[in-house]
């Protein structure tokens, strides 16, 4: 975290909405990825975009969406097609130079009502 | 706080020991490999990382250890504090894969006072 900032915190969301979950960098990092963490697992890839307008799905990408038109910017929405989207949500960004390492958000805690 | 982790393997230390955490990895393409820290509720934070050219590389107060024969990854963490008690969870990159990372599932520290 640091130069990287998720809003909310937490979010709640009745079961049908769609709900998106914002991530800002000022790292001037060019690839940001997004993350779901459920309890006793590791880290799944949801999507991740290396370039602006350009992004790729990850692991889990069914019933997310993304957008990447600023390079500061890489917002997730939930759609009411995820099934189970109570989870802890991670943004993460990483630069070319940087090799490899990924530098993580504070996270967003999401809760289905 | 944000329940990570709740069927993880657990190490637990008295404050003043060192603690060791492992870690597998099963790609022998892999040639970087990072720390995290992850408190609860937060996001994770960057640690120490290592290449695969080398077998150890030494931060304050942590070590990280790499065996590529056996495919080992070890942290050591000297004279543990309390603020150490945390999930930590190593991460490998693959060459040639950019700047993607492969996460494992996290070993819960516990610090006793």
């Known amino acids: 975290d640091g130069g990287i900032t998720q809003s909310p915190k937490y979010l709640f969301r009745k079961e049908g909405q769609n709900v998106t979950l914002s991530c800002e960098q000022n790292?001037?990092?060019?690839?940001m990825y997004w993350y779901r963490q459920d309890p006793g697992q590791g880290l799944r890839l949801i999507y991740y975009?290396?370039?602006?307008?350009?992004?790729q799905k990850g692991d889990i990408a069914e019933g997310y969406s993304v957008s990447r038109e600023k390079k500061e910017s890489f917002p997730l929405t939930v759609t009411s097609a995820q099934k189970n989207p109570t989870a802890f949500y991670l943004c993460?960004?990483?630069?070319?130079?940087?090799?490899?390492?990924?530098?993580f958000g504070p996270g967003t805690r999401l809760t289905v009502l | 706080g944000e329940s990570v982790g709740l069927h993880l393997p657990t190490l637990s230390v008295q404050e003043g020991d060192n603690s060791i955490i492992n870690c597998a990895y099963s790609n022998s393409a892999s040639d970087y490999f990072i720390w995290y820290k992850q408190e609860s509720g937060k996001g994770p934070q960057f640690i120490i990382d290592i290449r695969s050219n080398m077998d150890k590389r030494q931060g304050q107060r942590v070590t990280v250890l790499l065996n590529k024969t056996v495919k080992h990854l070890s942290l050591q963490i000297a004279a543990t504090q309390p603020g150490d008690s945390a999930v930590y969870f190593c991460a490998e990159n693959e060459n040639n894969a950019g700047n993607m990372l492969t996460f494992g599932g996290g070993t819960r520290l516990m610090v006793k006072p």
């Open positions: 975009s290396q370039i602006v307008n350009d992004f």
């Open positions: 790292l001037n990092h060019d690839a």
């Open positions: 993460a960004t990483s630069s070319y130079r940087g090799g490899g390492t990924q530098y």
